[in-house]
């Protein structure tokens, strides 16, 4: 499902949390639990401290089931690997402010290959570098943790640049989603929602919880 509005509220269980063994198996078993996209972190042990999967799971997935793919580059060098995982079969790509590239252009590359383009920000990343680059985008990510690993807590004080976001969007009628990944449970999603973002990243509240289903409606209704 790809909401049509930013009023729309967004449950992307994070791929990193499942079992890598039965990929297909538990991307199914999220669509059956009720998400609405699937959230596939790739990290190149370079732009963040861990390697997950590159390419070839993006196509894998997206070759097993239907369901919409969120990627997220948390890698130095976006622009260079972009045209693999456009062809892998991404729907939505987003890439870091503070990786090396020409930000603009790699946003306008994703979105001539007819995919949502989404930007991101660490928590340490003040929200003004991500001001030029508002009207080129369909998603904003502000990082509740440090990236590269899962499990860590969430950082409430992101939730001013959630807020700024927001604000900023109203004032220049703009209509990109707002994202927040990391450490999302039904408490801090509730958090998330009242200051501004729609769209939830859960892993390990997703795929490790007994009752799939229902930690996602949990989140949903936070």
Known sequence: MIPKTYLDRVIAPSLLAANFSKVGEETTRAINAGA???????????????????????????????????????????DHYLPRFIAAGSDCITVHVEADHNVSETLGRIRDAGCLAGLALNPATPFSEVVPFLHEIDLLLCMTVVPGFGGQPFMQEVMSKVEAAAAYRQEHGLSYHIEVDGGISAETAAISYKAGANVMVAGSTTFGAKDMAAAIEAIRNA
Do not use: C, K, T
């Open 36 to 78: 609405d996209w699937l959230h596939l972190d790739v990290m190149d042990g370079h732009f963040v401290d861990n390697i997950s999967f590159g390419p070839a799971m993006v196509q894998a997935v997206h070759e097993s089931n239907d369901i919409f793919l969120d990627v997220h580059l948390m890698i130095s060098r976006p």
